[in-house]
């Protein structure tokens, strides 16, 4: 999905910087278009390692979830801290065929939200984070 969003507005893009100044200016200003192909090549490569860095573990007591390739990133949600879980999909997801689960806890900086889940892993993944956030919390 990310990469036709990417393929989609860099495909415009070099449109405009090959086509336009070609007309206007002189046709070796097409060159210009070469930027705009380079960074869609770029881009294609780091969406996909960025998407594999994803993961994400159900653990007795808590979620961990960790991103990144450059900038590594772990968050690690306890049940009993959990508020709210929710699964959204945009119309773009949805035409895909995707959902995302996203965690609200009390504490507002944090970021847990697992994306590209297959809409019917997003449900069971919120319900049992649901009942395991519950059974956790009953405690306190």
């Known amino acids: 999905m990310r990469r036709l969003l990417l393929v989609v507005w860099l495909g415009l893009l070099t449109l405009a910087a090959g086509v336009l ?8 200003w ?25 993961r994400y573990a159900e653990r007795a007591d ?14 690690v949600v306890p049940y009993g801290r959990m508020q709210l879980v929710e699964v959204t999909s945009g119309p773009v997801e949805r035409h895909f065929g995707l959902a995302s689960v996203q965690l609200h806890t009390a504490a507002a900086a944090t970021d847990a939200t697992i994306p590209g889940l297959d809409p ?7 319900d049992r984070l649901t009942e395991l956030g519950e059974a956790r919390s009953a405690g306190l």
């Open 62 to 75: 808590d979620l961990l979830i960790s991103r990144g390739v450059l900038w590594q990133e772990e968050t």
């Open 120 to 126: 019917a892993e997003a449900e069971r993944l919120r």
């Open 21 to 28: 100044p070609a007309l206007f200016l002189a046709p070796s």
């Open 30 to 54: 097409a060159a210009l278009a070469l930027l705009p192909l380079a960074l869609l090549a770029l881009g294609w490569v780091m969406l996909g390692r960025n998407w594999r860095s994803w």
